[in-house]
């Protein structure tokens, strides 16, 4: 019989033909915590980022939700991790909005890299593109010479 349990959803939206809005919930007994962040596809710059503690367990929870403000002008790219945890982790922070926003980031790189390939684009040609982005951090594509069978959604 499980004594805890934490849900974890993330939301893309294409905002115009430039912008993208990843929003993400954490929900457990103690918490409901929802974060939002607008970035620029081309540059993955931040162009807006807000949390909202819907539910937490103390009142001071609530004042680590304006400090999300200051990722804006932050680029998704590599050093990203380090300075969220600065920005709105540690003592003055709250390691859940770091864990949202980290999940967050990943949807954001995926969704630029996979879900916004061109629909004319031959399966194919996808995967290849697919596999060097993932080249190295995946364990299949870093096994590529073993031939492995794609048995995923062929609507990349």
């Known amino acids: ?3 805890f349990e934490r849900e974890k959803s993330i939301k893309l939206s294409q905002l115009d033909d430039n912008s993208l809005e990843v929003t993400a919930l954490l929900k457990d ?7 939002s962040i607008v970035f620029e596809i081309n540059s993955k710059l931040i162009l807006q980022a807000k949390a909202e503690m819907i539910t937490a367990p103390f009142d001071l929870c609530h004042e680590v939700c304006p400090r999300m403000n200051d990722l804006v002008g932050l680029r998704i790219k590599k050093g990203v991790r380090k300075m969220t945890r600065e920005i709105v982790g ?26 916004l390939l061109p629909a004319e684009m031959p399966f194919e040609e996808k995967l290849q593109k697919i596999q060097s982005i993932n080249m190295g951090i995946c364990h299949t594509y870093s096994n590529l010479n073993r031939k492995p069978k794609y048995v995923g959604n062929r609507d990349l």
């Open 29 to 35: 007994k103690f918490h409901e915590i929802r974060t």
């Open 90 to 115: 540690n003592s003055h922070g709250c390691a859940h909005l770091v864990d949202l926003v980290m999940d967050s980031f990943k949807v954001a790189v995926q969704a630029t890299e996979y879900c």
């Open 1 to 3: 019989m499980p004594i």
